[in-house]
């Protein structure tokens, strides 16, 4: 197979543990991979060696735009595929990735992100990674964006890749990096207090430490800075929101959430929020409602919300309410997961 014509670029700093396989998931594919180094100390640049000899230092200025435009500038080619040293390809259809390189110059290619947790299952997310240099560029020192430098009108093409991200797996690392990111961000935000984005990021770090209260505060100042459908993140931040005032006990604030800014989003993560509004409101014939929709969708970015996980919360219900012939049958549902395995045993 004749290899795409992509510069894959990634950015590393010791990352020995994972980085070899991420470069053999993409050497096969891609005629070219670049590793733009931050000052490892670690095997990290021996490994990448093996497959590459694009191998650059890069002097960390705390700033990860830099760090990718950097590799970015060392590629040969135009069409850029970014990729992060813990993620690997799980999925490509290179036929639709070389039609894009041919007729979407100006677009932006978005990709499925697979993100392994802790508890091993996998919560699912689109983002922007493919794109043409000459178009675009990165901004921001962290959690960087893509940003046009042309006046041309660009479009979000979804693209049938499938990528493995495995870096919230290790929770001890996960609460190390979310610590990192969250003090990178708030001296950022002393400088530009309204940047939506960067209080969307600084919301996903707080919900890492389990701070659910500062994450909620967060979010909500993102979504009133920039209060709009179309942005990238604004369905996660909403729906993060959502999740945060439940975790909190305050499932009305949740459902204002919902009333004031509307809901245009009809897939299984949205039964699957309303579900748990509804039952953490008491109304507990609307949430079985919501949760059963959620089941029919093919897929889900929550996990489980789509099936073990809709099916557990309406057992739970059923067998709140002493139906408990309907909750084993929603428990069984729930294929092998743990908590439903073990209220099965107690009702059997």
């Not at 093409?157 to 290790?170: F, P, T």
């Not at 979310?178 to 207090?193: F, G, H, Q, S, V």
């Not at 996903?204 to 800075?225: G, M, P, V």
């Amino acid at each position: 197979m004749k290899k795409l014509p992509f510069s894959v670029c990634i950015i590393t700093k010791n990352n020995a543990k994972t980085l070899e396989t991420c470069l053999r998931s993409v050497s096969d594919y891609f005629d070219e991979i670049v590793v733009a180094d931050t000052g490892s100390s670690d095997s990290t640049k021996e490994i990448a060696k093996r497959y590459t000899d694009c191998v650059f230092d890069f002097k960390w200025n705390a700033d990860f735009a830099d760090a990718r435009n950097f590799s970015v500038e060392k590629a040969r080619n135009d069409f850029i595929f970014s990729l992060d040293s813990d993620e690997r390809i799980e999925k490509i259809d290179c036929s639709q990735l070389l039609d894009f390189s041919n007729k979407h110059s100006t677009d932006i290619g978005r990709i499925e992100i697979l993100n392994l947790q802790a508890d091993r299952t996998f919560q699912r997310e689109h983002v922007s990674r493919i794109f043409n240099r000459k178009n675009f560029r990165f901004e921001g020192s962290v959690h960087e964006q893509l940003v046009s430098t042309s006046h041309a009108d660009r479009s979000m093409v979804e693209l049938n890749v499938s990528i493995i991200h495995s870096g919230y797996a290790d929770e001890g690392l996960n609460q190390k990096k979310a610590k990192t990111y969250r003090e990178m961000i708030e001296k950022k935000l002393k400088e530009n207090p309204n940047d939506s984005y960067l209080l969307y990021q600084l919301g996903r770090t707080f919900d890492i430490q389990q701070d659910f209260s500062n994450a909620a505060e967060a979010y909500l100042k993102s979504l009133r800075t920039s209060p709009r459908h179309n942005l990238e993140y604004f369905r996660s931040a909403f729906d993060d929101l959502c999740f945060d005032y439940l975790n909190l006990n305050e499932a009305k604030k949740a459902a204002e959430i919902i009333n004031f800014y509307g809901y245009p989003y009809e897939d299984a993560d949205g039964y699957f929020l309303f579900g748990h509004v509804y039952m953490n409101l008491g109304n507990f014939d609307e949430a079985v409602r919501c949760f059963k929709k959620a089941t029919k969708f093919a897929d889900s970015s929550r996990p489980g919300a789509n099936s073990f996980a809709s099916w557990f919360n309406i057992g739970v219900i059923y067998e709140v309410l002493g139906f408990n012939e309907q909750a084993i049958k929603a428990y069984e549902n729930c294929g092998a997961y743990s908590l439903a395995k073990e209220r099965l045993k107690k009702l059997r």
